[in-house]
């Protein structure tokens, strides 16, 4: 395993070197030695001690159909068929229902264009350089980062109120750049997108779902309201705080692979 990371590490391209790292793996003699022994072990087990059972058998009273005391079936190797069924029977189900989860996943309307969409993910400290080498390559139209790849798992999420006298409620959250939405084709509904400025700056400034705005304001217009994020102590860490202004609704997305209908209702 060392050897082909470091065959994969040799082989990337040099732009690439700062963006990968590669723990290095030393070989481990107690993995080796206990590899060695599963393998004879397992070899003696299910081929030497049938061969050798077969040996000796009686060719003669083979053919007539007569098997001697030492080659008739035992409850040991009756067991082992029944076992083998069932462990190869398991395995069957368990592939059918990834299959059908596939296909499942295939059909999902998400409400976002992602086949021209290509995902790379970098650490937090690389982020800006990778922006910065990938807006001058070819072929791209657009370029957007976000806390989380939509789809790859379930969106953290805070607690929320939406106004004064509003009840909290559980919000699935994401960091975004302004382009992110135009990138997926997410349109907006009311009000605007993210500008650059606010994206430097910071700006206490979201944009919320249909599924989002309905739920926090039944029947109201979302866009100017104020959302307020109440603040947890074991919080993860980039966690939204304080009070923030809604600048626009966004087309419901399936963003979050675990639960689709939670998936539809999240804050950018």
């Given amino acids: 395993i060392s050897l082909c ?9 040099g732009n690439l070197a700062d963006y990968v790292r590669i723990d290095p793996l030393a070989a481990d003699i107690r993995v080796f030695v206990f590899l060695l022994i599963a393998a004879v072990i397992s ?15 009686d060719i003669v009273q083979a053919t007539r159909g007569e098997l001697n005391a030492a080659f008739r079936s035992s ?14 029977a398991t395995l069957l189900i368990i592939c059918g229902v990834f299959i059908r989860g596939a296909n499942r996943m295939q059909r999902l309307e998400t409400g976002m264009r992602t086949r021209d969409v290509i995902s790379i993910e970098v650490q ?6 990778a922006l910065s080498k990938l807006a001058d390559a070819p072929g791209l139209s657009l370029i957007a980062s976000a806390a989380h790849a939509p789809l790859d798992s ?31 084709g997410v349109p907006l509904l009311q009000g ?11 700006a206490a400034v979201v944009i919320v779902s ?15 309201q104020s959302l307020r994020f109440t603040p947890v102590e074991d919080g993860a860490l ?19 692979d675990v639960d689709a209908d939670e998936g539809r209702t999240v804050v950018y």
């Fill in 124 to 129: 937090e400290t690389s982020r800006a350089r």
């Fill in 154 to 184: 379930r969106l953290p999420a805070a607690m929320a109120v939406g106004n004064e006298h509003g009840q909290s409620v559980r919000l699935p959250y994401t960091f975004t750049s302004p382009a992110y939405l135009p990138l997926f």
């Fill in 210 to 224: 249909q599924s989002a705005a309905r739920k926090i304001w039944p029947g109201g217009n979302a866009v100017g």
């Fill in 75 to 88: 409850r040991l190797r009756n067991g082992l068929m029944v076992a083998q069924i069932a462990v190869s």
């Fill in 43 to 57: 070899a003696v087990l299910f081929g030497l001690l049938p061969a050798m059972q077969a040996t000796r058998m």
């Fill in 5 to 13: 990371l470091r065959v994969i590490a040799a082989t990337l391209p």
């Fill in 238 to 256: 980039g966690q939204p705080h304080g009070a923030v202004q809604v600048i626009g609704v966004a087309r419901d997305t399936v963003v979050d």
């Fill in 192 to 202: 605007r997108n993210f500008t650059d400025q606010e994206a430097r700056s910071r």
